[in-house]
């Protein structure tokens, strides 16, 4: 069983910064793909981005490619999300993830683990 726990959020204006991380413990975190959702408020939960186990394969969606970054070190059992240029539109609740693979994870379907979220705000 793995636990995950995402620490970071806060409140940041647009155009800012923040970064978050997620802790794994309690299993092989360097055998799992990682993955980071979110859902904003009325919203169905949507993936963001998603690194391999090796962090050789990563994904982002459309909406943070380009601004958003995702990396892991698997030393620390820790996967990253570094936002850069935030909008309104990135405030949500952010989950991390760990599923078999990109692909997995990419889909919503199958993830083995979930973390509980913290709240991203993007002030105007």
């Known amino acids: 069983q793995v636990q995950l726990v995402e620490s970071g959020g806060g409140l940041v204006q647009a155009g800012g910064s923040l970064s978050l991380s997620c802790a794994a413990s309690g299993g092989t975190f360097s055998t799992y793909a990682m993955g980071w959702f979110r859902q904003a408020p009325g919203k169905e939960r949507e993936v963001v981005a998603a690194?391999?186990?090796?962090?050789?394969?990563?994904y982002y969606s459309d909406s943070v490619k380009g601004r958003f970054t995702i990396s892991r070190d698997n030393a620390k059992n820790t996967v990253y999300l570094h936002m850069n240029s935030l909008t309104p539109a990135d405030t949500a609740v952010y989950f991390c993830?760990?599923?078999?693979?990109?692909?997995?994870?990419?889909?919503?379907?199958?993830?083995?683990?979930w973390g509980k979220g913290t709240l991203v705000t993007v002030s105007s």
């Open positions: 690194i391999s186990w090796s962090a050789v394969t990563t």
């Open positions: 993830a760990a599923g078999a693979s990109t692909i997995v994870l990419r889909s919503g379907d199958g993830i083995h683990y």
